[in-house]
C-alpha cells in the first residue's frame, strides 16, 4: 500500500467534470484538484490509466507524487 497525492489543472469543463469525478470515487479529495490516493500501487496505475485516457496532454498539466513510507516501513 502507498500514498499517491494527485493534482491537476484541466482547462475544458468537461474534461475537468470527468476526472474530478472519476478521481473523487477513487481518492480523498484534499482541496479543489488535489486528491490523496490510498492504495497498491497497481490500483494506482490503474487510475491513472484511465485519467490519462481523460486528459488532453497539450492543454492539461497532472501532477502525480508518490510516498514509497508504506513500502519501506515493511
Same mark, same amino acid.
Given at each position: $500500500?502507498?500514498?499517491? *497525492?494527485?493534482?491537476?489543472?484541466?482547462?475544458?469543463?468537461?474534461?475537468?467534470?470527468?476526472?474530478?469525478? $472519476?478521481?473523487?470515487?477513487?481518492?480523498? &479529495?484534499?482541496?479543489?484538484?488535489?486528491? *490523496?490516493?490510498?492504495?497498491?500501487?497497481?490500483?494506482?496505475?490503474?487510475? $491513472?490509466?484511465?485519467?490519462?485516457?481523460?486528459?488532453? &496532454?497539450?492543454?492539461?498539466?497532472?501532477?502525480?507524487?508518490?510516498?514509497?513510507?508504506?513500502?519501506?516501513?515493511?
Amino acid at each position: $500500500m502507498g500514498l499517491y *497525492l494527485v493534482a491537476y489543472d484541466i482547462r475544458d469543463r468537461n474534461r475537468w467534470h470527468k476526472v474530478h469525478h $472519476m478521481l473523487i470515487a477513487q481518492a480523498l &479529495p484534499i482541496q479543489y484538484s488535489v486528491f *490523496l490516493f490510498n492504495g497498491s500501487r497497481d490500483a494506482f496505475e490503474r487510475c $491513472m490509466s484511465a485519467l490519462t485516457s481523460i486528459i488532453d &496532454p497539450r492543454e492539461d498539466d497532472c501532477l502525480l507524487y508518490t510516498s514509497d513510507a508504506a513500502d519501506e516501513a515493511r
